[in-house]
């Protein structure tokens, strides 16, 4: 059974302060052309689950067309690290982790209507270690692997030194911790910084 670790794209979403809000909507009715409806999206690359590509933070960095889909399916390990504010590598080592991605669970409930003025970290530490253990994916429930009033992106920067990838705004309320096969594909948008993603994840027995 694969377990959907998505949040729906929905108006109610909170996008970050000053984004573009997300929209969708029916430009085109069956009432209108008769035979079918055609709907469009709007809003900012950053809102729900997605997943980021250098460009975001770095003008010479890879867009998210470029980024290989194998680093997006595989053997994943969440672990469960709740009311940590900064997450440390003596945490990490606390947890099995196996394969090239890790999901980690910080919240005990959702909240996607309401953006967060803090959230927890990683620090360079941790991420160093996530590196030397062979992770090649980060994935966080939270709106970023920075904090909320980063403006230099340290975190963002050193998961790319390690040419790995990160993954935001993830649903893992739901989820034990555990090993997992894990799908979440970008979609393939030219140039983009990044992009929206359905992940999944199945548990391996």
Known sequence: ??????????????????????????????????????????????????????????????????????????????????????IEVDYLKSCPIEGTIILIQTQRESHPSVFPEEIPVLSIAAIDYLASIGIEVIGVDVPSVDPIDSETLENHHRIAHHEMYNIENLCLAHVKAGIYQFIGLPLKISGADASYIRAVIQPIS
Request: overall charge negative; proline content about 6%; cysteine-free.
């Open 1 to 86: 059974m694969w377990i959907d670790i998505t949040h729906a794209l929905s108006k109610d979403w909170a996008e970050w302060p000053g984004d573009t809000p997300f929209q969708f909507n029916y430009f085109a009715t069956k009432a209108q052309t008769h035979s079918v409806n055609i709907g469009e999206i709007v809003g900012s690359t950053h809102i729900a689950t997605h997943v980021d590509a250098p460009k975001h933070f770095d003008d010479d960095g890879l867009t998210i067309d470029a980024l290989p889909v194998e680093r997006f399916i595989g053997k994943a390990t969440v672990v469960t690290l709740l009311d940590i504010p900064v």
